[in-house]
């Protein structure tokens, strides 16, 4: 049985009227959740499909450098509209 490789994405979470919304802009998937705890068990579950689904199809190595990179980072910055 082949092992399985362990990836780290980025999970981004907020508020949206009553639901919390999840997403991961490594492969720009989104999922929802009526608690921040469970719209990131969601988007867990939908990234894994969408990975496995992405192995399937043959283009997994097309987000290879995002899935792989030691360094990631996050941050909010605000802008004039």
Known sequence: ?????????T???WQEDDVYVSKCP???VASV??????????LKEAVELYLEN?????ILN???ASLHSP???TST?????
């Open 11 to 13: 999970a981004i979470i």
């Open 54 to 58: 992405a192995k399937a199809l043959g």
């Open 62 to 64: 097309d987000f290879a």
């Open 26 to 28: 490594e492969l720009e």
């Open 33 to 42: 959740g009526d608690t921040p705890e469970e719209a990131l068990k969601n």
């Open 1 to 9: 049985m082949k092992s399985m490789e362990k990836l780290n994405v």
């Open 71 to 73: 360094n990631k980072f």
């Open 77 to 81: 910055i605000g802008v004039a509209v």
